[in-house]
């Protein structure tokens, strides 16, 4: 499709979805869930985006896909709300605006920090849209010359990357916790030979284990759990003023804005990363390049901007390798990719093939949900902000509740309770002893698609591994492994960090300078 | 097998690590049991655990889910929001309590008076729970705001969550009992 049938499409969908009714309505109410979740501590974009599966799942397609796009950008602009007034982020996303948001908050310029943040959240997810517009046709075009071997090699890659970046602790734990995902990935039937695995005798287990309950079970118990047995209690907000655009702050922090952007929607297409790693690497980034890096820490309106636009940005970078691949780029992207499974939608590089015009759909949704986020922000912050009185003892048991019913609704069998709880669970202790989730949940996505397409290279080769480095695109991507696995050996891992070192020397803080000029 | 061998071989390497890092004696200490098992904290974590494995494995498939999901988050809103330490206690032995009489009565009672046996007795139940809590506060002379807000929550969310689910999104419930079946009754007289 050339450039301008492609601009003549989105305009097209942008009329159909903007004068119809029942959408505008799904739009702004599931954008004010959305940010009503996100600025709730302890409830995550991730489970927001499941909770709305299961409420959806009735749904036409594009009521649904509208629903829950809305509920992913609101839920992770929502977050900076308590970051700034009570400087506890409401989702992981927002961690460093709180760094910049509740300082200016301190000083009576809450609005002024939310209006920045609502302003700058807007423009990091139009940027978002607009490099998945441009950039996931090109990787569908690239993908469709994909054959056994580099799915395989993508899917393990997939996986190792996602253990490598999102481990806070050892990276040997995030790979355990992938291989964790793949191995639960393995349980039923196979689906070449239809051999049972891991059934124990079990009927119900013979189609797997059902995606959905499983992401419900290990996002949202482990979060049920944290936040009650910690007994998480949220101070009094900052109170404020009229929310304000705040344009002038934005321009003139214009570069920051697109520096993060580029940085958010980079971080959105790795697989399994999230907003939060986007926030926090666009903030230091804007530290580090900051001409007074000292004003950091106390109200600086770069700060605020960085991390924002790049955490909204990385939606539009999560969706990149989810539509294009099949492979998500964030947990909210995990769920949309359950969501988008019960709704017979396969992603993928056939996926302009089966719904044409499926990429510019989801680009224009994205565009309205910034949109609703940006209006709802406006003029409704001030009521939003009234849920942050809600104790988490009162609505984390309603989460639980919803979760419950949420998973059995979806197939309707009590059976996928009984996996939800001890997956759940495991998930909890996993993350008390600093595994991460995202690997785990990976795995199980990705772990068909690996499985079946390594026998089936091997079938196809006779078993010969050949083909792995003889294949271009196949080599890279083992290359690409190879590297991620030695890069955590020590002397490899000693070498890179002092090759960093000697090309990316410390800046000297203004002061440190000063000092040296004075002394 | 190879992810089983992966597994298997980073396991190795984390046990290596910990060895090193913090030696026999530290690898010894990390492994005795401690006595913060019985810590406030994790008397709220076997609340919670105890109260979701309850609620999911005894309560949801074999309970009206709206009597069941009242019940759930009556223990629940009533441990975390009134007086903490005390409440956390007093929750999770009514929790326990209740879904062992219902495990038994599953166990014991035969089919047809078994839905309505079980029924009752998580009425009884939630009634036990909102009493137990309101005499604990009033001994304590605390205000019963926190109580009603709780009672609020545990019988306004089924009433909201069972009808959008059942006659909104027509997804049968989990169980439907007493009240989801008096429902439906009221339902038909209603709209026949």
Redesign the interface.
Same mark, same amino acid.
């Given at each position: 499709m050339d450039v301008l049938s492609q601009f003549g499409l989105f305009f097209a969908t942008l009329a159909e979805l903007v004068t119809s009714p029942v959408v505008l309505a799904i739009l702004l109410l599931s954008s004010l869930s959305g940010i009503a979740f996100g600025a709730l501590p302890g409830l995550t974009a991730t489970l927001g985006v499941a909770l709305l599966t299961t409420l959806t799942y009735g749904l036409p397609l594009e009521h649904a896909l509208v629903a829950l796009l809305a509920m992913y950008v609101g839920a992770v602009y929502g977050g900076s709300y308590p970051a700034i007034l009570v400087n506890i982020p409401g989702t992981a996303a927002s961690a460093a605006s709180a760094m910049e948001g509740y300082p200016l908050a301190q000083r009576g310029e809450g609005a002024r920090a939310l209006g920045l943040t609502t302003t700058a959240s807007f423009i990091g997810t139009a940027i978002g849209m607009l490099f998945l517009v441009l950039l996931a046709p090109q990787i569908v075009t690239l993908a469709l010359q994909f054959t056994s071997y580099e799915v395989f090699l993508l899917a393990v890659f997939g996986i190792l990357i996602s253990g490598t970046l999102t481990s806070s602790d050892l990276v040997v734990k995030g790979w355990i916790a992938g291989l964790l995902g793949l191995a639960l990935s393995t349980v039923g039937r196979d689906q070449l030979q239809f051999y049972p695995r891991f059934t124990v005798g079990m009927p119900e287990l013979d189609s797997g284990l059902e995606v959905v309950p499983v992401l419900i079970g290990a996002f949202a118990i482990p979060q049920i759990i944290r936040v009650l047995r910690d007994d998480l209690a949220l101070g009094q907000p900052k109170t404020f003023k009229r929310i304000l655009p705040e344009f002038r702050t934005i321009v003139r922090n214009a570069k920051h804005n697109v520096r993060s952007a580029l940085v958010g929607v980079g971080i959105g297409s790795v697989p399994g990363i999230g907003e939060d790693i986007a926030g926090w690497v666009s903030y230091g980034g804007a530290k580090s390049t900051s001409r007074h890096p000292e004003t950091f820490g106390k109200g600086e309106p770069a700060g605020l901007v960085s991390s924002e636009t790049a955490n909204n940005a990385c939606i539009g970078g999560a969706l990149i390798p989810l539509l294009s691949l099949g492979i998500p780029g964030s947990p909210p992207a995990v769920m949309l990719l359950g969501a988008l499974m019960i709704h017979g939608v396969t992603v993928g590089p056939m996926i302009e093939f089966d719904r044409p015009g499926f990429i510019i759909q989801v680009t224009a949704i994205l565009l309205l949900a910034s949109a609703a986020m940006w209006i709802n922000g406006m003029l409704l912050a001030r009521h939003v902000v009234k849920v942050l009185r809600v104790p988490p003892a009162i609505f984390m048991p309603v989460v639980a509740v919803l979760s419950v019913n949420g998973s059995y609704a979806l197939g309707l069998n009590v059976f996928n309770l009984y996996l939800m709880v001890p997956i759940g669970i495991a998930a909890y202790f996993l993350t008390e002893w600093k595994y991460p989730i995202s690997p785990l949940v990976i795995g199980v996505i990705l772990g068909p698609m690996a499985d079946e397409n390594l026998r089936r290279a091997m079938m196809v080769s006779n078993g010969d591994f050949t083909p792995f480095v003889t294949r271009p695109v196949a080599l890279i991507l083992l290359i690409a492994i190879v590297l991620i696995i030695a890069s955590q050996v020590p002397p490899v891992r000693r070498a890179i960090g002092g090759l960093g070192r000697r090309l990316m020397p410390a800046r000297p803080s203004r002061s440190a300078a000063q000092q040296t000029a004075d002394g | 097998m190879l992810?089983?061998l +992966?597994?298997l071989a980073?396991?190795g390497? *984390?046990v290596r !690590?910990a060895a090193r890092t913090l030696g026999r004696d530290g690898v010894r200490e990390a492994l005795r049991p401690h006595a913060t098992l019985v810590s406030a904290?994790n008397l709220?974590?076997y609340l /919670?655990?105890g109260s979701? /494995?309850a609620?999911?494995?005894v309560f949801? %498939?074999h309970v009206d #889910?709206a009597l069941a999901?009242a019940f $759930?988050?009556a223990v $629940? @809103?009533f441990a #975390? !929001?009134l007086d903490?330490e005390a409440s956390v206690t007093r929750n999770l032995v009514l929790m326990a309590g209740l879904a062992v009489v219902v495990g038994a009565v599953l166990a014991l009672v035969e089919a047809p008076a078994r839905g309505p046996a079980v029924d009752l007795l998580t009425v009884a139940g939630i009634i036990a729970v909102a009493a137990v809590n309101a005499r604990a506060l009033v001994r304590q002379g605390l205000a019963l705001k926190p109580w009603w807000? +709780?009672l609020a @929550?545990a019988l306004l969310? %089924?009433a909201v969550?069972c009808p959008v $689910?059942r006659y909104g *999104?027509?997804? %049968? *419930? %989990?169980h439907e009992g007493l009240v989801i079946g008096s429902l439906d009754a009221l339902r038909y007289a209603l709209f026949r």
């Open positions: - | 992810v089983g +992966g597994i980073l396991s390497l *984390l !690590h904290r709220r974590l /919670i655990l979701i /494995i609620y999911v494995y949801v %498939p #889910f999901t $759930f988050l $629940f @809103v #975390f !929001h903490r807000t +709780g @929550v969310t %089924p969550v $689910f *999104l027509l997804v %049968p *419930l %989990p």
